[in-house]
């Protein structure tokens, strides 16, 4: 965590103080002269009134610019206005003594997992598959594999990601040296690596003998050179570390020996474990990735119905580290005796259960065993279910609420739904979020599912709700989320659009960190947590908005514009 600033001391003040009194001089109209304090029938005199003027720049202030959040979400005080949205207040500015990089965006998405961006993206299939999961994850945020498909489908993505960074390789494929060349181009073609150890009876434990390479079957095509066995092209001159040895040491030798791969043997030469050099690169290129014994991290939803609790076992196989149950009313027995069988079958697999909206549905999760909650019902911008159900809550109110309750078990709380800006990403957190789910912020990277398509000459993907008829012709995911997979006829609670490319999400997530980052120096705080901590004790002010202020915070009095976000 950074360190938090200190706060100007009374000396501070009162030394300023004496500089604005020695430069109280010029044109402009000074304060009027009061009443004397020590007797009404005479003026202050000038001297009196600089010395008060004085002693009002040195006190702290006995009044604090607009509302606490508890004033702000307070709806039955007089004139409260009913449930609140992002784009209906502002945060006011505080001191800043610190650059905006010093600000630590760290934070718990779970009872136990800590990520060093408070970003997930949504398990839908239009946002999150195997290249968003892992990308996510690189850049210190969180990837939620979506469940409308296969539960082979699902748990390959999930394996997939797992995989992409490894640190000590304890299972690598290996090859015995009768194996052909065939079967290396075989491998190669199906996983993208052809640096293969090859061992005495092709597995692993046995005796090493050697290494096949990219190098050495570059030139090997041919039907004949494909027949050749391994021992023939097999690099048997290797540079090995033994068992033992610590992960930073061996990395060192790696980058030294300037090799692909490097085996670890133990006293008798048999191979225990790979490094390989494309992790050393990871580890360089993004120190920011959210990992798990040097693996990425990587979450999966699945439904509350009997028949997921055998896609969650292949998910777990797999090795998910946390599982999210998506369903858009969360509050329900389904949910509540899912959380139980997870917790009694899989006690270090991590809940974030939902989706949630008060304080009542949150309460039966936390008391079921969730790790974590999902805050949103109707919010997100290709969600139609207040529309059609008449049901949910606005999305500011839903969080403050929600997260105010759940702080006291220590339970995080992810805002789900309604983020369009890095605006709403800090306003999310200022009512207590710790993490952000994102679709349509998301949905038009180049990691998303989908292909790109040009519409009057913008670039676009399509980007629809789980929600959606489209989604429930696809598969049984999105009926089994809004309890309708054996309705006879469906009622759609989304619908189905299209968003703006962004770019890669690599990009894209280093301009919402820089925006968030700066977001909370204008505020006024280092870290998420101090942050949450100001504002629940009352030092964080908000400002309601009305309509003509929020037209007055955007764009406006421009014959035409540019908006470009970063560059």
Not at 63 to 82: I, N, P, T, V, Y
Not at 141 to 152: E, R, T, Y
């Amino acid at each position: 965590m950074a360190d938090t600033p200190k706060k100007r001391s009374l000396a501070d003040l009162a030394a300023d103080a004496d500089t604005a009194a020695a430069a109280m001089v010029g044109d402009f109209p000074r304060a009027p002269l009061r009443p004397a304090a020590a007797s009404a029938d005479r003026q202050e005199t000038p001297i009196e009134r600089d010395a008060r003027l004085r002693a009002i720049l040195a006190s702290p202030l006995t009044r604090a610019d607009g509302l606490s959040a508890k004033e702000l979400f307070d709806e039955r005080a007089a004139g409260a206005s009913g449930g609140l949205t992002y784009n209906d207040f502002l945060i006011l500015p505080g001191y800043i003594n610190f650059p905006a990089s010093k600000v630590s965006l760290g934070s718990y998405i779970t009872k136990r997992i800590r990520i060093k961006t408070p970003f997930l993206s949504s398990p839908m299939d239009t946002v999150t598959e195997t290249q968003m999961a892992i990308h996510m994850a690189l850049n210190g945020g969180l990837g939620v594999i979506h469940h409308n498909c296969s539960v082979a489908e699902q748990a390959e993505m999930v394996r997939q990601v797992k995989k992409f960074e490894n640190g000590f390789i304890t299972d690598p494929l290996c090859l015995k040296p009768s194996d052909t060349v065939h079967k290396v181009l075989e491998i190669k073609k199906q996983y993208g690596f052809c640096g293969i150890p090859i061992t005495a009876d092709g597995k692993m434990g046995s005796k090493l003998l050697g290494m096949v390479t990219r190098r050495d079957v570059d030139f090997l095509q041919g039907s004949k050179d494909e027949g050749k066995l391994v021992s023939e092209v097999m690099t048997t001159e290797l540079i090995t570390a033994k068992e033992g040895i610590s992960y930073s040491e061996a990395q060192k030798i790696l980058r030294q020996s300037k090799k692909g791969k490097l085996p670890i043997v133990d006293s008798n030469f048999n191979l225990t474990a790979l490094l390989a050099r494309s992790d050393l690169i990871k580890t360089r290129d993004y120190p920011w990735a959210s990992t798990s014994a040097r693996q990425l991290l990587v979450a999966a939803a699945i439904s509350t119905h009997e028949e997921d609790k055998a896609r969650l076992e292949a998910l777990v196989k797999a090795g998910l580290d946390i599982i999210v149950l998506d369903s858009s009313q969360g509050n329900s027995l389904f949910q509540i005796e899912m959380i139980r069988f997870i917790k009694r079958t899989y006690p270090s697999l991590e809940v974030i259960a939902g989706n949630v909206v008060t304080i009542e549905q949150a309460r039966n999760l936390i008391a079921a065993g969730a790790d974590a909650l999902r805050v949103g019902m109707g919010s997100g911008s290709i969600c139609i279910t207040q529309e059609v159900m008449a049901c949910g809550r606005p999305q500011g109110t839903a969080v403050y609420q929600v997260a105010q309750f759940a702080r006291q078990f220590g339970v995080p709380v992810i805002a789900d739904g309604g983020i369009a800006n890095v605006g709403h990403i800090v306003k999310a957190v200022a009512l207590g979020a710790s993490g952000v789910m994102m679709g349509s912020l998301l949905a038009g990277t180049a990691e998303s599912p989908g292909e790109y398509f040009y519409d009057d000459g913008k670039r676009l993907k399509k980007y629809r709700g789980m929600g959606s008829l489209d989604a429930m012709e696809k598969g049984d995911a999105a009926g089994k989320r809004y309890f309708s997979e054996g309705d006879k006829i469906k009622v759609a609670q989304g619908v189905v659009g299209a968003v703006v490319d962004k770019g890669s999400v690599k990009k894209f997530l280093s301009y919402l960190v820089t925006g968030v980052q700066h977001g909370l120096q204008d505020i006024g705080v280092t870290s998420l947590e101090e942050f949450k901590d100001k504002v629940a004790c009352g030092d964080v002010r908000f400002q309601k908005r009305s309509a003509s202020a929020q037209l007055e915070g955007g764009v406006h009095g421009l014959h035409s514009y540019e908006k470009r976000l970063f560059s």
